[in-house]
């Protein structure tokens, strides 16, 4: 079956602008994770959706980066005013619920310039 | 929170040696530890998991063993082979399992 898609695969904008980045789970996975990964580093937790509770964004490097999800579907990952220091690969994983394997999308690959 | 070491960070092995790759955690209570292998450019993917209420656990060339007294876990990867290059993460999962906690990852090269 389809895996998790993410999208765009690559983004280039200048610094101050917002991006959005697009995220699509593995359907009947009720949980969903993003993830950034800096260039040669391990992966950095973001923030974490599990069906209708309230996300754990405990990961959010600042006020900057917010994200939402809709029930069991879609997520958005956004970064308003990027800095140079946003760029990176940004994963999502969706998995079958907490505690269970978490299947990665190919990443956006982030370059604020 | 959790916190994860890994070591080393690179590892070149001769093609049909052993690769070893040791992560150590900070939280007792962690109980879900998985290894991903990440290809250039590509997805991290799951390659082997173990829980807290085993030891070891093996698939094929590749096996985990966990000291939770310790807490540290290995991967073992036998009779190494060019496609085992990769990067390698080690993760500790807390116990409500929805954030994993990742090492810094060890670039492995098995050289022909």
């Avoid at chain 2, 290894?35 to 173990?50: A, C, M, N, S």
Wanted: a neutral charge; aromatic letters at 8%.
């Amino acid at each position: 079956g389809a895996g998790v898609s993410q999208s765009p695969s690559n983004k280039v904008t200048e610094k101050g602008k917002d991006v959005e980045l697009r995220c699509d789970p593995i359907s009947g996975h009720t949980a969903l994770y993003w993830y950034r990964q800096r260039l040669g580093q391990g992966l950095e937790f973001l923030i974490y959706f599990q069906g209708n509770s309230a996300p754990d964004k405990s990961g959010l490097p600042s006020d900057r980066f917010s994200a939402e999800r809709t029930g069991e579907s879609v997520s958005t990952l956004t970064i308003q005013r990027t800095q140079q220091e946003d760029s990176a690969v940004y994963l999502c994983a969706s998995s079958q619920s907490a505690s269970h394997e978490q299947y990665f999308g190919p990443g956006t690959r982030l370059t604020v310039t | 929170g959790e916190n994860v070491e890994q070591h080393p960070s690179t590892l070149s092995v001769q093609e049909g040696d052993s690769a070893v790759i040791k992560c150590t955690y900070s939280d007792s209570a962690s109980n879900y530890f998985p290894w991903y292998k990440q290809e250039l450019g590509k997805r991290p993917q799951l390659i082997i998991d173990i829980r807290s209420n085993v030891g070891e656990k093996k698939d094929q060339r590749i096996a985990v063993t966990l000291n939770k007294t310790a807490k540290h876990f290995s991967l073992h990867i036998t009779e190494t082979q060019p496609e085992d290059s990769a990067v390698y993460f080690c993760a500790a999962s807390n116990p409500a399992g929805n954030k994993l906690t990742f090492g810094g990852g060890t670039r492995v090269l098995v050289k022909p």
